[in-house]
């Protein structure tokens, strides 16, 4: 059980030993940059660090970040949901996010997502079941002059891209391990959920031979009729 | 007048971001006479330049820097606000990868200016292991050589500077959302008052003078020229140069220095070559996402804040896209509208429905289901949105929903029956 409120005692790390001693490194350079009273403000940046480690943030994960910096877990999780660069589900080990806002669309990224789409055989938003790519639609990236841009596993920027320069780049991430979304070995299994939407950038919804996106915000509550 | 290369003269040197090719362009010469003048004197002569925050609402700097002056609660804080995030914005990141060292050497004189010992800049999160990383690196350069940390060149000035990263949220741009962020939490705007500038309202509560990377990339040529001089280059209460970040159907796009008001004619034709072949211009986005569309008869239109402001329409955050013919502008307002239903922090009615309310019917019209009201709706939604929230999000988002419409509704006609 994740308690909700504060923390009554310690709680168990997510991390193997390796794993662990980055963190806590990671943590202490990310604490040493605030006042000694204000440590709970590295909360995004420990978060981060525990991402890239294990690729996604479950809920163990979270209440343990939490506890370090004394926060109480469903404030870490208030955060967690609200960041879009925080995975709450497992996602592929890789994560190729293509910007669609403004310059990028008139520059002909609806293409370009729909050739990852077909490449992947999945939609934005979901992960191949074989467990290596997600695809996600991205809000602008601030690469507008190299439009159209992507962004591979968060930190990658990829720019100018074609259709072709995305067939290669998906090739060239299959073959070389090093590159994925998390450093360590992932605690990770196949899982039939995986085909599922992970949780992140816009919800897509639409066919392979429909256009490739069409998407639909998650905030409001009220359909126009 | 050929435009002066005031932030932009080195970007084009191999390893521009090093610390020995600023030095060699004449870096870091700026600081030691900054650091020679009263901080007050720093203030007045950005005020007499005319400088006007590059972030989006054009407020002048000096006057910011002289609200967190005149508060007597310390400590005082300078944040700065790299988080990039408007739909059609890349100038920041430019600087950062281009030129790091420009925008340290003017975060520095910032600081002193409004007496601030401890810094921030807030990345966005994206940024991490590219423009961040030039960013750490010219930081570190900067304390190996004395102009970061204690006693700065013998002065007695004391500076910490610290880079962090956000983790994707548009609306951590806003700058009380982005000290939240700052502060280790989700990026709800904050109600104001109290302002970031005033006690109560900054970081940590604090007095704090958020401002853009690009506001402070302009300080050390402004400590070098004096204001008078830099105030000169521009327009009217508008000084020096821009980083006009330009995309869209031209044949070169890209970051551009250009005298503040320019015309979008001239940034067209002498910066970006002009149109593409095939493309004629059809439409411009003057300043981001959030402002409001100008035609393309509306070209020789003047790029400073108070020209556009009096058309309308925003300066925004130079960030500026021309779009040419096979744009239906219907759909360029759907792409939009679901960037902001997207981005929406969700805390006030009007922002969070209404935008979500526009996407859905701009998404409806877009697929040839709608009729005429719902165009008719789009607007009337949009005015209702306006001036009633927390943030300028909702502002930002009905704007251009307003503005598409009056100036393109044939495009939205086009598509929806009678
Ligand atoms: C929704 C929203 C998003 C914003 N995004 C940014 C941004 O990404 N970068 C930025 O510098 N300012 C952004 N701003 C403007 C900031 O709130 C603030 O005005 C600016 O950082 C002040 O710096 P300046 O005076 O140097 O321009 C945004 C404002 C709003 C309302
Ligand atoms: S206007 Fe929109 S983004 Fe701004 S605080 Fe309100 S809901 Fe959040
Ligand atoms: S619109 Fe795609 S990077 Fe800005």
New binding site residues.
């Given amino acids: 059980m994740i308690p909700l409120g504060t923390q009554s005692g310690p709680v168990e790390s997510p991390f193997t030993p390796e794993q662990q001693q980055r963190f806590d490194a990671g943590l202490a350079r990310a604490v040493a940059k605030y006042p000694p009273d204000r440590r709970k403000a590295a909360l995004l940046a420990a978060l981060h660090l525990a991402q890239d480690e294990l690729g996604w943030l479950s809920e163990p994960t979270m209440a343990y970040v939490g506890f370090r910096l004394d926060v109480p877990p469903v404030r870490v999780r208030e955060v967690v949901t609200f960041y879009t660069m925080y995975r709450m589900r497992p996602v592929g080990r890789h994560q190729i996010g293509v910007c669609n806002s403004i310059s990028c669309w008139a520059m002909g990224s609806e293409k370009i997502l729909k050739h990852c789409s077909e490449l992947l055989g999945i939609h934005p938003g979901e992960t191949t079941r074989d467990g290596q790519f997600s695809l996600e639609e991205v809000s602008c990236l601030a690469a507008c002059g190299n439009a159209p841009a992507a962004l591979v596993n968060n930190f990658r920027y990829v720019e100018n891209v074609t259709p072709e320069s995305m067939g290669a780049l998906i090739g060239e991430l299959r073959e070389k391990p090093g590159t994925e979304m998390a450093k360590g070995p992932l605690p990770r299994m196949p899982d039939p959920h995986l085909h599922e939407q992970s949780q992140g950038a816009p919800q897509a919804t639409g066919s392979l031979d429909g256009p490739a996106v069409s998407t639909h915000p998650e905030a409001g509550s009220t359909e126009p009729r | 007048m050929p435009a002066p290369k005031l932030l932009t003269k080195d970007w084009d040197k191999p390893s521009s971001w090093t610390l020995e090719t600023y030095r060699q362009g004449g870096g870091y010469q700026a600081l030691p006479r900054a650091l020679k003048m009263q901080p007050q004197q720093i203030v007045d002569e950005v005020v007499k330049s005319n400088l006007r925050g590059r972030g989006g609402a054009g407020f002048p700097t000096g006057m910011k820097w002289n609200f967190v002056r005149k508060e007597t609660s310390f400590p005082k804080y300078l944040v700065v606000n790299a988080d990039e995030g408007e739909p059609g914005t890349f100038k920041d990141r430019e600087i950062l990868l281009r030129s790091p060292h420009l925008f340290v050497e003017g975060l520095i004189i910032g600081c002193y200016a409004v007496d601030c010992h401890l810094t921030y800049v807030y990345c966005r999160g994206e940024f991490r292991d590219s423009a961040m990383a030039r960013l750490q690196q010219a930081i570190d350069e900067a304390y190996a050589a004395g102009f970061a940390g204690k006693n700065i060149l013998g002065s007695g000035f004391d500076l910490e500077i610290h880079a962090v990263f956000g983790a994707g949220a548009y ?1 951590c741009g ?1 700058e009380t ?1 982005l000290l939240e962020s700052l502060e280790g939490r989700k990026g ?2 904050r109600l104001k008052p109290p302002f970031p500038a005033n006690a109560g309202g900054g970081l940590f509560r604090q007095p704090t003078a958020v401002n853009n990377v690009e506001t402070l990339a302009n300080l050390p040529v402004i400590v070098t020229l004096g204001g008078d001089e830099y105030g000169k280059i521009g327009a009217p209460k508008n000084g020096g140069t821009r980083l006009f970040a330009v995309s869209g159907h031209v044949k070169k796009p890209g970051v551009f220095e250009a005298p503040m008001g320019i015309s979008f004619k001239a940034l067209l034709d002498e910066y970006c070559g002009g149109m593409r072949e095939g493309s004629t211009l059809k439409a411009i986005i003057p300043g981001g996402g959030s402002s409001a569309i100008m035609t393309a008869a509306e070209a020789e239109w003047a790029s400073d804040f108070d020209t556009l402001k009096a058309k309308k329409t925003m300066a925004g955050s130079g960030g500026v896209v021309y779009l040419d013919q096979s744009v239906n502008m219907a759909h360029a307002l759907a792409n939009l509208m679901r960037f902001y239903a997207h ?10 429905e209404g ?1 979500a309310w526009l996407s859905r019917l701009l998404d409806k019209i877009v697929a040839g289901k709608g009729d005429k009201r719902d165009v008719d709706n789009v607007h009337q939604i949009a005015r209702q949105m306006e001036m009633k ?7 930002g988002a009905a704007m251009p929903a307003k503005s598409y419409i009056e100036k393109f509704r044939a495009d939205f006609d086009a598509l929806v029956r009678g």
Avoid: F, H, K
């Fill in positions: 609306i806003e959302a709800y705007p981005e929406s922090c969700g805390q006030c009615t009007p922002c969070r935008t929230t927390i943030c300028a999000l909702a502002d």
